[in-house]
């Protein structure tokens, strides 16, 4: 079985200021790797995704995640957040087989003034 | 288009009663989901759907049945509601197997008193 792990619950971070959300995941065997992000009362959007290729993928709203396959992690990094970006933010996994994904319990991104 | 569609978005149910949650999808997928959400537990997989014609228990089955109607549809039944199942319940769809996302509906948020 797959098990991902988010370190942080909770992460305070003031405006302008770098954040790092770590995510690591157990497996093995082959798989796909997602961010997602839900904002209060909304479901879940999907913020970026690692399928193969370069180990760093970018979102269009300035965060980045870089895949470590030797480290099985898969962190998420912003290096200047905006109070627009305070949400859940949740890390899965889907095995290269199979249909199900395995999420991980969600951090709180919260960005102070 | 519009995506994943759920309803109702809020329900209250007394002890004991039944309700039915409906989903939808217009993206043509295979594979369809239905999650529960409950504070500092994250996501949990309560059945899926892989195709047409099959259901899966997931992580937490038990008070629950699910019908995959179509390959658009795929419903939620609460035989007997507890309270034990207050929560956000969410539902999903992704293609089947291989390196695609799943895409969320807004979810349903359920109150058994």
Request: aromatic share 12%; glycine share 8%.
């Amino acid at each position: 079985a797959q098990s991902v792990t988010q370190l942080d619950s909770q992460v305070p971070v003031f405006e302008e200021a770098p954040v790092e959300l770590r995510c690591n995941y157990s497996s093995s065997v082959s798989v796909y790797l997602f961010w997602y992000v839900q904002y209060p009362n909304q479901g879940l959007q999907l913020l970026l995704k690692y399928l193969s290729g370069s180990t760093l993928v970018e979102s269009i709203n300035g965060f980045e995640a870089e895949f470590n396959k030797s480290q099985t992690s898969f962190h998420l990094r912003k290096p200047s957040v905006h109070i627009s970006d305070t949400a859940e933010y949740f890390c899965a996994v889907r095995r290269d087989t199979g249909n199900q994904f395995y999420f991980g319990t969600g951090t709180s991104l919260t960005v102070i003034p | 288009n519009a995506g994943v569609t759920q309803t109702p978005k809020f329900q209250v149910l007394k002890t004991g009663q039944s309700m039915t949650l409906q989903c939808a999808q217009d993206m043509n997928h295979n594979s369809m989901y239905w999650y529960r959400q409950d504070p500092g537990m994250g996501l949990r997989l309560i059945y899926y759907s892989a195709s047409e014609g099959t259901t899966d228990k997931g992580e937490v089955p038990n008070g629950y049945n699910v019908s995959r109607l179509n390959k658009r549809e795929f419903s939620l039944r609460l035989e007997s509601a507890a309270p034990s199942q207050t929560s956000v319940y969410f539902c999903a769809s992704s293609e089947q197997d291989g390196p695609y996302e799943q895409y969320f509906g807004p979810g349903t948020r359920l109150t058994v008193t």
